[in-house]
């Protein structure tokens, strides 16, 4: 009774959908969040009987069956999401596809949408860091402001500039690390908004290109691009198929049932 298995494999991959779908709602204010759909394909399938069309004989195509469903990818969204202005100076956002590079606890080097960024006193001065604190990177390395900072500026190229209790002139502290994927959905998620470079995404490149659109927008956060509405509506389609195919196993099972009645 391959019903079964069939249908079994439809609701077993189905969960997995409404469990993405679930934390992409969960994740609706996550700053920086990338949406994330679920992309199925058939499993192989069983030929009965062969086609053949030779001297006028056969069949001109086979009878196949196949075994249900699973899951090809996880697909991630990174179109840009709403930018929400704060008006506070660390808080960064970028419109376009370039991420913030950063440099967790461990020495390792990940990526980030979410521009939240906060001040850390270190032994170098003050620090930019994530809400983690998490070092962010500059195009040479750490991003320090140094002593006494009295403003905080930061151009859509990402030039950094600060100037210091009773100055009048900005002075150049570096530039932002913004880089850019080939294959960006290929980047494997961390948590805690982060993201790990990959065979598959490539080797990160930095700076921007010239012609390239990208732009740092300094007081502003890039909300998750989660659509609600899409979801729910989502959710009600991947709910259906989930019943649907709880049915197809009880009809199976009443099949079953009436085969094996029929010695009564």
Do not use: C
Not at 55 to 79: C, K, N, Q, W, Y
Not at 90 to 115: C, M, W
Not at 151 to 178: A, T
């Amino acid at each position: 009774m391959k019903a079964m298995w069939s249908a079994a494999s439809g609701m077993k991959n189905l969960q997995l959908k409404i469990d993405t779908i679930s934390n992409n709602l969960a994740n609706v204010n996550t700053i920086g969040f990338k949406n994330q759909r679920v992309e199925f394909k058939d499993i192989m399938y069983e030929r009965l009987d062969q086609s053949a069309k030779l001297a006028d004989e056969g069949r001109p195509v086979p009878i196949e069956i196949g075994h249900g469903v699973m899951i090809s990818a996880t697909l991630r969204d990174f179109t840009t999401g709403n930018l929400q202005q704060t008006g506070t100076p660390t808080d960064l956002a970028i419109n376009g596809e370039h991420f913030f590079k950063v440099i967790d606890n461990n020495g390792n080097t990940r990526y980030s949408k979410d521009g939240s960024f906060k001040i850390a006193a270190t032994e170098e001065g003050a620090t930019l860091v994530t809400s983690d604190g998490y070092f962010v990177q500059g195009v040479d390395g750490n991003i320090v402001l140094g002593e006494n900072v009295s403003e905080l500026s930061i151009d859509s190229q990402g030039f950094i500039r600060v100037k210091r209790d009773g100055g009048e002139e900005y002075e150049d502290i570096g530039q932002l690390s913004l880089n850019k994927f080939v294959n960006p959905a290929g980047l494997e998620s961390v948590g805690k908004n982060l993201y790990k470079e990959t065979t598959a995404s490539g080797a990160a490149f930095e700076g921007v290109e010239e012609g390239d659109k990208t732009e740092v927008w300094q007081g502003f956060i890039e909300n998750s691009n989660v659509q609600i509405v899409d979801e729910m509506i989502n959710l009600i389609t991947a709910e259906r198929a989930y019943e649907i195919n709880s049915k197809s196993i009880q009809t199976a099972d009443r099949m079953l049932e009436i085969a094996n009645n029929l010695k009564r």
